[in-house]
């Protein structure tokens, strides 16, 4: 190999050197940007779209169960079974048994639907209070376990 080659050779490995550098210099700093952006978004917009999908939550479950329809319908009767008034002392207590038993079974049953609604509403509280607690804390759990890991304690 010739005086010239060997110089070729060593300007080409530096400057192959230098470019690997620059790439990693490149990559690194993308990881360093990345890490205060993400913190941004996690405390800024992630946090409010959880707290809008909370909302969205609680709104489907109050659409789901209707409630504000067993509300207003809560003393009418089941299904509209409503007997037809005949003529007479015996039709009319005929007809006043048919509508009580009907909206006492209308009374019932929407009592016991509002009540698993408050306990669906129940348990998306603890859910949602679950989930943004994780939320608020999960970075601080990830450098945390990253210290345990990498330096023992």
């Given at each position: ?16 050197c230098l470019?690997?550098?620059?790439y ?23 946090l409010a ?7 969205a939550?609680?709104?489907?479950i ?35 048994i ?7 079974v ?8 509002l009540?698993?609604s408050?306990?669906?509403m129940?348990?998306a ?6 989930i ?7 970075p601080?759990?990830?450098?945390g376990s ?8």
């Amino acid at each position: 190999m010739t005086k010239a080659g060997w110089n070729d050779s060593i300007r080409e490995y530096f400057v192959n050197c230098l470019l690997l550098i620059v790439y990693c210099y490149n990559k690194l700093m993308q990881y360093i940007s990345f890490v205060p952006t993400f913190f941004l978004w996690w405390y800024g917009r992630g946090l409010a779209d959880l707290f809008s999908f909370v909302l969205a939550l609680f709104t489907y479950i109050k659409n789901m169960f209707s409630v504000t329809t067993l509300i207003q319908t809560l003393f009418s009767p089941w299904k509209k079974m409503a007997g037809a008034r005949r003529p007479g002392i015996d039709g009319l207590k005929d007809w006043l048994i048919d509508n009580l038993i009907s909206r006492g079974v209308g009374f019932v049953v929407r009592v016991f639907m509002l009540l698993f609604s408050l306990l669906a509403m129940i348990l998306a509280v603890i859910f949602s209070i679950i989930i943004a607690v994780l939320w608020v804390g999960m970075p601080a759990l990830v450098v945390g376990s990253f210290l345990f890991i990498f330096l023992g304690y």
